[in-house]
Each structure stands twice: as C-alpha cells, then as structure tokens.
C-alpha cells in the first residue's frame, strides 16, 4: 500500500494533508471542527480519484432520488442542495478527466450558456438578478454537459446506462423506506387521483421513469439483452402511477416507434408481434378496467377529457413572453428565468412555483434569440455528432429521443431541473466511440 501511494501524486498529496490536519488540530483545538470537514471533502475526493466509476454510479443514483425534495422536508434549503449536488457532479468529472483523460468537445452546449452569460453582462442583467446569482446559473446550468469534456472508460460508460435503467426503482425503493420510518409520504393525491413520489415529486420520478424507459430500448438494441425489457415494462408501471402524462406520452411513442420502424438484429418480427400484442393486451385490460382505475390519474384525466390540459402553466408564461419581448435579441443574462417572475408573488403562490415550464421562453429570456438558437443548434450538432457512429437502430433511437426531449420541452423545466443531469450524462454515455474511450478501458 506504501508503494502504491508513493506511485500515486494524488494519494501521496492526500496522505500529506491528513498528516498535517492531524498536526494543525493537535496544535490548534479549536479549529478541530472545519478541519473535520476539509478532512472529510479531502478523503471523499481522494475516494472519487480512486473509484470514479463506483463514485459516479452513486451520485447518479443519488440524484435520482431527489434530494432536493426529501432532504429538503427535514432540513430546508432547497436551491442549496440543487447546488451541491451539481457542484459534486462537476467534481466528480474533474476528477475523472484528472485520472482518465479529458477531451475537447466542439459542440458541447455549454458553451451557448458562456456566451450567454457575456452578453447578459454586455446588456444588463435583469432587475433583481446579481452577478454572483448569474455566475451560479452559469455553473448549474453547465453542469449537466459536464461528461462530454470526459474519457469514459467501458465500466463507467456501462454504470452510467445501467444506474439510468435500475434509478427509478431505486428511488421508489428508497421512497417506501422514508414512508416505513415515517419521514415522507410514498405518495400524493391530485383532485382525488394517486400519484407516486417515493422520495421524489411525481413529475421528476415520472421523468426519470422515461429516461430508464430511453436507456432500456438503447440498451437492448445493443446488446439484445430480454432482460432489459423486463426492466421496461417496471419503468412504465412506475411512470404510469405517477401521472406524469408528457413523459408517458413520449415514453409509449418512442417503444413504439422502436417496435415498428427500428432495424434491429435482436427484433424479429416475432419477437415485435409478441411484444406488441403483450402491450396492446395490458392496454385492453387497463381501458376495461378504466372504470375501476380513476384513482390512477392519467386514467382519470382522460375519463374527464382533461388529458390535454396544462395544469396551469399557461398562467406564468405571459410574463416570460413580456421580458422576452424588452430584450428580445442578447436576452437578460444566464438565471434571469428564475426572478422574472418572484416566488412570493400571487402567481408565484398560486402555481407553487416561479419556473417557467418551457424552456424556449426561459432561454430567449436569458440569451435572446442569439442565445436560443445557439443553445438548440448546438444541443443538434452535439446530438448528430455524438450518434454519427452508432449502429444504425441505436442511432435512430437516440436522435427521435432527442426529438422526444424538444417536445417535452414546451411544458417542462427539462433543462434547468436536476432530471437533466441524468439525461445528458446517461447521452454522453450513449455517444461514447472507441476512439474517445479512456486508456484504461
């Protein structure tokens, strides 16, 4: 063991340290407290270094939990835990690149954010939005692209898809725990329908639910793999009790789009016959049932014709338009979504929420038209570049995800909330071509 830290820098540096915090503390008492601290952030890097592979692979099912939701009911401080667990996310790659290899991502979409941070600068920020608070969005919103700057090695590219597929159960599995000890109710109701949270909200797990759905037909297509679709048919039921209808809808029209129209080796045609009328037997069962299922909500919603409705989030969207219209060409600056409209006020209140539920209106109010058609061109020419050398089903699969993803982000809050840490890691993952795979693969 001696040998091998004498080998590494990184593990003689943190060997070092825990020598002289030892030594600080000795001498100094009264700083024992912080130095605990630095010696835990030291050994947790040093930990990350070592195993980056395990250490991603616990972040990720991490995030799928959603902190910022069940830890946030025992201790507050909501947007303080959506920073640290992109800051850790950040760090964990850095770490990585250090041990693995870095690359250079020409597209990656983070830099339309840079850009749009300056011009925000250039311009004038929006009333109420700081520097310091814009320079966090710019790291928050960055975050997510993080991987694509990486080497992944085979391990890591397979924990990354494998912790996609398996998070959504583990979330509803760490749900049920927070439920048993009395922390946090398994799952909530809306105008008399249930809708599952677990240790999550509805609308994240559901995401979540569809991404494992996307990572499940990607993953089978490559390998063939039954397994997976057992692991498909889980993510469904999961998505399904928790009402979220966007991601439901994508979810069924991208297996189905796979089924009818995808080349595959693995998918003969009785294979898809089979898998076909499996699915089109459970939708029976469910439509003769619906009259006995109007506590699931999509059932219920679609029993009140109400399956289309926008739950109000047409509400916020004329006061984006109107800041999109003052500066409609450079935009107010990287996190100007999140003050245009203040959390305290009647529609804040009313909605429960100050996000603007479609990401084209919050990002031309941050960036402009410049900063939007930047942000979404490049977000094409990284997906079209990433996918170029996937098999030809895969490759097919992940750009009409993508597409999926566009739709989606009309109504939802796909590229701002925690949800895209998942999806843009688990795409890079995806994107992975043998000469961009780590030394160590």
């Known amino acids: 063991m001696i040998a091998a830290v004498r080998r590494d820098p990184i593990a003689l540096l943190a060997v070092t340290g825990l020598i002289g915090f030892g030594a600080l503390a000795w001498l100094m008492p009264s700083l024992i407290v912080p130095l605990l601290v630095l010696t835990g952030l030291g050994l947790g890097a040093a930990i990350a270094y070592a195993r980056p592979v395990a250490t991603m692979a616990v972040w990720l099912l991490l995030v799928e939990t959603t902190p910022e939701m069940w830890l946030s009911d025992l201790i507050g401080k909501h947007e303080l835990i959506i920073a640290l667990l992109k800051t850790a996310g950040l760090i964990i790659v850095g770490l990585a690149a250090l041990r693995d290899g870095a690359r250079i991502d020409k597209f990656n979409p983070s830099y339309a954010f840079l850009v749009m941070f300056g011009d925000g600068i250039a311009h004038g920020l929006w009333p109420g939005l700081t520097l310091m608070a814009s320079l966090r969005s710019l790291i928050g919103s960055t975050a997510p692209f993080a991987t694509g700057y990486l080497r992944m090695s085979d391990a890591m590219r397979t924990s990354i898809i494998r912790c996609t597929i398996i998070g959504p159960s583990v979330t509803v599995s760490y749900g049920a725990l927070l439920a048993a000890l009395g922390a946090r109710p398994l799952y909530g109701t809306q105008l008399g329908a249930v809708r599952l949270a677990a240790s999550s909200a509805p609308a994240f797990l559901g995401g979540f639910a569809m991404m494992a759905i996307f990572a499940g037909l990607i993953a089978f297509l490559g390998t063939g793999r039954l397994r997976e679709w057992g692991w498909i048919a889980v993510n469904f039921a999961i998505l399904v009790a928790t009402g979220a209808r966007s991601p439901l809808a994508m979810a069924t029209l ?180 043998p000469d961009e795979r780590s030394p160590r693969s």
């Open 254 to 433: 991208i297996t189905l789009a796979t089924l009818l129209a995808t080349p595959s080796g693995f998918l003969g045609s009785g294979r898809r016959i089979g898998l076909l009328a499996l699915g089109g037997a459970l939708l029976g069962v469910i439509l003769m049932a619906a009259s006995a299922l109007h506590f699931i909500r999509v059932v219920d919603l679609i029993h009140l014709g109400d399956a289309g409705s926008l739950s109000n989030r047409q509400l916020i969207w004329p006061f984006f338009e109107a800041a999109a219209w003052k500066s409609p060409i450079v935009g107010w600056g990287v996190g100007a979504g999140k003050v245009v409209v203040p959390l305290k006020s009647y529609i804040g209140r009313f909605l429960g929420t100050n996000a603007a539920h479609n990401e084209y209106l919050r990002i031309t109010v941050e960036g402009g038209v410049i900063g939007a058609v930047l942000l979404f061109g490049m977000m094409t020419l990284w997906l079209f570049r990433g996918s170029a050398a996937l098999p030809v089903g895969q490759r097919r699969i992940i750009r009409l995800v993508f597409l999926a993803f566009a739709v989606q982000s009309f109504t939802d809050n796909t590229l701002i909330a925690t949800t895209s840490l998942v999806f843009f890691t688990w795409a890079r993952a995806v994107f992975v071509n």
